[in-house]
């Protein structure tokens, strides 16, 4: 039945939280989304079905039970009381005060239910300075810091293409809140979780903030150079290997896109020597850019012994030779020559991706029209930790259902 199967969540949230109680109903737990009269704003969310249906609601409302409550009337938030008071878990994604107007706050919840983990999403956390700040997902990442590093040499950082930043913060909720039930598990008590937007993110790239901690500037690139640090013979190389931040390690393939990285430096060098190799046994490159051990570019161009600009010359030759093949012989390539490189794929990729039907990481839910293919476990287990029951609600689906019970728990 689940890992979570003896427990109820009740879920205030929109798409500033959805996934948190997904990744709850996903373990097994009952979780009865709560939405106004007008439906949640996550039902607008893009992007839509050809029948105008958010696909966002679709995938992070999935496996929930949905009713229709307004909490801002008093019999609303005196029924909404009643459901918290039987919940193991809330979740709620307001803006800080919102909920302590209309009496459902973590305060007013534990008056009723001392063992309840209330979860609190917000931007920047329930109190401090910039608790009431106004927020949108590229506000929480330049807020944060990941922002800052998504740029090329000196030209403006690039927003975050999908709005991410509360998905950061919906896991992370989940995750707080199993570790508030463990605490639970032994004291017999519940606790607040206040999870804030801006920090989860902050966390997502902390090695950058580790990083710069200890001198290592990041974001540098093996050829692209800030302008001011190149008037001053300051040209950077990056030698991390990974190419997450590095401009010019996306490279256009017949069919898409891969990413590879032109590694440079004893760590991580002899994966473009195996590329150079691979070039050059299709007479694509010449002898002497072939002989070119990449573990020693940065000594040799310290020394004079490498014109940095000869890598500019190497760039072009990769640039030609990777528009040659696909991306399913560039990645055949990167596991037998031991390459750092691997296909873009597209959504269309993943839904072909014989490793994930593999390992039945899609799933179905619904029936008839209502049928819809959904992203399925997060994680795999040798136990049964997983239950998946039905497809997103319907505004107000399971109101007779939902207060039904409750009616008949009061009565008992």
């Given at each position: 039945?689940?890992?979570?199967?003896?427990?109820?969540?009740?879920?205030?949230?929109?798409?500033r939280?959805?996934?948190a109680?997904?990744?709850?109903a996903?373990?097994?737990?009952?979780?009865?989304?709560?939405?106004?009269?007008?439906?949640?704003?996550?039902?607008r969310?893009g992007?839509?079905?050809?029948?105008?249906q958010?696909?966002?609601?679709?995938?992070?409302?999935?496996?929930?039970?949905?009713?229709?409550?307004?909490?801002d009337?008093?019999?609303?938030?005196?029924?909404?009381?009643?459901?918290?008071a039987?919940a193991?878990?809330?979740?709620?994604?307001?803006?800080?005060?919102l909920m302590?107007?209309?009496?459902?706050?973590?305060?007013d919840?534990?008056?009723?239910?001392?063992?309840?983990?209330y979860?609190?999403?917000?931007?920047?956390g329930?109190?401090?300075?910039?608790?009431?700040?106004?927020?949108?997902?590229?506000?929480?990442?330049?807020?944060?810091?990941?922002?800052?590093?998504?740029?090329?040499?000196?030209?403006?950082?690039?927003?975050?293409?999908?709005?991410?930043?509360?998905?950061?913060?919906?896991?992370d909720?989940?995750?707080?809140?199993?570790?508030?039930?463990?605490?639970?598990?032994?004291?017999?008590?519940?606790?607040?979780v206040?999870?804030?937007?801006?920090?989860?993110?902050?966390?997502?790239?902390?090695?950058?903030?580790?990083?710069?901690?200890v001198?290592d500037?990041?974001?540098?690139?093996?050829?692209?150079?800030?302008?001011?640090?190149?008037?001053?013979?300051?040209?950077?190389?990056?030698?991390?290997?990974s190419?997450?931040?590095?401009?010019?390690?996306?490279?256009?393939?017949?069919?898409?896109y891969?990413a590879?990285?032109?590694?440079?430096?004893?760590?991580?060098?002899?994966?473009?020597?195996?590329?150079?190799?691979?070039?050059?046994?299709?007479?694509?490159?010449?002898?002497?850019?072939?002989?070119?051990?990449?573990?020693?570019?940065?000594?040799?161009?310290?020394?004079?012994?490498?014109?940095?600009?000869?890598?500019?010359?190497?760039?072009?030759?990769?640039?030609?030779?990777?528009?040659?093949?696909?991306?399913?012989q560039?990645?055949?390539?990167?596991?037998?020559?031991?390459?750092?490189?691997?296909?873009?794929?597209?959504?269309?990729?993943?839904?072909?991706?014989?490793?994930?039907?593999?390992?039945?990481?899609?799933?179905?839910?619904?029936?008839?029209?209502?049928?819809?293919?959904?992203?399925?476990?997060?994680?795999?287990?040798?136990?049964?930790?997983?239950?998946?029951?039905?497809?997103?609600?319907?505004?107000?689906?399971?109101n007779?259902?939902?207060?039904?019970?409750?009616?008949?728990?009061h009565?008992?």
């Amino acid at each position: 039945m689940g890992f979570l199967s003896a427990y109820r969540v009740v879920d205030f949230t929109n798409e500033r939280g959805l996934l948190a109680g997904r990744m709850l109903a996903d373990l097994g737990a009952d979780v009865i989304q709560v939405e106004p009269a007008e439906g949640s704003s996550a039902r607008r969310v893009g992007p839509f079905s050809p029948d105008r249906q958010s696909l966002y609601w679709d995938a992070y409302a999935a496996n929930k039970r949905g009713v229709v409550c307004d909490l801002d009337s008093l019999g609303g938030s005196e029924l909404a009381l009643r459901l918290c008071a039987e919940a193991d878990f809330v979740f709620e994604s307001e803006t800080p005060g919102l909920m302590a107007r209309r009496g459902l706050a973590y305060d007013d919840v534990r008056t009723v239910n001392p063992r309840v983990v209330y979860t609190s999403i917000t931007p920047f956390g329930g109190d401090g300075p910039k608790s009431m700040y106004a927020d949108a997902d590229i506000i929480l990442w330049a807020a944060g810091g990941p922002l800052a590093a998504h740029r090329d040499g000196d030209r403006p950082p690039l927003r975050i293409s999908v709005p991410q930043a509360y998905l950061h913060a919906a896991a992370d909720a989940a995750g707080g809140a199993l570790v508030a039930h463990f605490a639970r598990r032994k004291t017999g008590m519940g606790q607040h979780v206040d999870v804030s937007v801006s920090q989860s993110v902050t966390q997502a790239t902390i090695s950058r903030i580790l990083a710069t901690a200890v001198g290592d500037p990041q974001g540098s690139s093996l050829i692209a150079a800030d302008p001011a640090e190149e008037e001053r013979g300051q040209r950077k190389l990056d030698q991390s290997g990974s190419g997450s931040g590095t401009a010019g390690t996306k490279w256009e393939v017949r069919d898409g896109y891969v990413a590879l990285h032109l590694a440079v430096g004893p760590a991580a060098g002899r994966f473009t020597n195996n590329l150079f190799a691979w070039v050059h046994e299709e007479g694509m490159c010449d002898e002497r850019l072939a002989a070119l051990d990449w573990r020693r570019v940065p000594d040799l161009i310290a020394t004079g012994e490498l014109n940095p600009y000869e890598l500019e010359r190497a760039r072009g030759i990769v640039a030609k030779f990777m528009a040659s093949r696909t991306k399913n012989q560039v990645m055949e390539a990167s596991l037998n020559r031991k390459l750092l490189a691997a296909p873009l794929n597209t959504i269309a990729d993943l839904v072909k991706s014989p490793q994930l039907k593999a390992r039945n990481f899609w799933v179905e839910l619904g029936e008839s029209e209502r049928r819809c293919v959904l992203p399925g476990p997060f994680a795999r287990l040798s136990a049964d930790a997983f239950v998946y029951r039905r497809r997103a609600p319907r505004l107000g689906e399971h109101n007779a259902e939902v207060f039904g019970e409750l009616r008949e728990l009061h009565r008992t």
